[in-house]
């Protein structure tokens, strides 16, 4: 039934910490999902520097995910986008043949407060890398619920147990956002062919086995799992049709290496759209030289 159990590496990105589960040498993709990110949990006082905002920075070839338990992140692109995202919200920005934004911890710089998520990537479909950038918000009120017992679900994108999500997907796939009290026990259907859980408060047994945040388990396909909450857990329910493979390198995502190297070289001239509303600051490509420092960071 656990094909597969992924310890969160943490990383260091100047200001906050995530844990880092997939790509992993051993899985490089579950469905469409490529990339997952587990932000914090932080507590930032007032006054954090901006240094630790993330500048804006290029995607091809996949959507990204934002999905917040607690705190705000202020979120600009390029195709004209402004919008703060809050706990149980969901940002839904499709790259498609091109997108630059940046995430800014605004509120947190005037007020404190902490910030916990998760940041995920979803791969396009070969036939729609090249589509048109787009970016979509949907406040919680919007997504599907369910309540029963000590068990809280909230459908943050795809189609899982019944319903189906606003929140527009581009192939085959599921994304759930669990909560359950200690004692409870859920199950997770075998619907599609690639599925993981990641825990990410708490601890839950499985397959009489115990896990704890920070632990992204794969399971096999073809058999429902069930789940126990050894004490009150958060989980995230991820997973979907394969694409087949893609290659990663820094923010772009694709199935063709040559595609990669195009979009390194357009970043690197300039020939990729910086957000209107942001300051004209970017994030160089690795190994590039930093840009002069701005006088108002």
Do not use: C
């Not at 997939?22 to 901006?50: C, E, S, T």
């Amino acid at each position: 039934m656990i094909e597969l159990v992924i310890d969160a590496r943490r990383k260091d990105l100047g200001g906050f910490e995530v844990g880092r589960v997939l790509p992993f040498a051993r899985r490089r993709m579950v469905g469409p999902f490529v990339f997952f990110d587990h932000m914090g949990p932080v507590d930032f006082a007032p006054g954090i520097p901006r240094s630790v905002d993330v500048r804006p920075h290029p995607h091809i070839g996949l959507s990204t995910v934002t999905y917040l338990f607690s705190g705000e992140i202020m979120h600009r692109d390029s195709v004209g986008s402004e919008q703060p995202i809050r706990a149980g919200e969901v940002n839904w920005m499709t790259a498609g043949r091109g997108i630059t934004h940046s995430e800014r911890f605004e509120r947190a710089r005037a007020q404190g407060g902490q910030l916990h998520g998760i940041q995920a990537w979803v791969a396009l479909p070969r036939e729609l890398e090249e589509t048109d950038p787009a970016f979509h918000h949907h406040e919680g009120a919007d997504l599907p619920t369910y309540e029963s017992g000590g068990l809280w679900a909230r459908l943050v994108a795809g189609e899982a147990f019944g319903a189906k999500a606003a929140v527009p997907t581009h192939s085959p796939m599921f994304y759930v956002h669990w909560r359950l009290a200690a004692g409870t026990r859920a199950q997770l259907p075998a619907d599609y062919p690639e599925r993981a859980a990641y825990v990410a408060t708490g601890e839950v047994e499985v397959d009489g086995r115990r896990f704890s945040a920070g632990q992204m388990l794969v399971f096999s396909a073809g058999q429902a799992v069930l789940f126990t909450a050894v004490q009150d857990a958060t989980v995230m329910l991820l997973g979907g049709e394969p694409l087949g493979e893609r290659f990663i390198e820094w923010n772009f995502v694709s199935s063709s290496r040559e595609r990669i190297e195009q979009a390194k070289a357009d970043w690197r001239a300039g020939r990729m759209k910086l957000p209107d509303l942001d300051d004209g600051e970017f994030i160089p490509l690795p190994g590039d030289p930093a840009p002069p420092a701005n006088p108002m960071s």
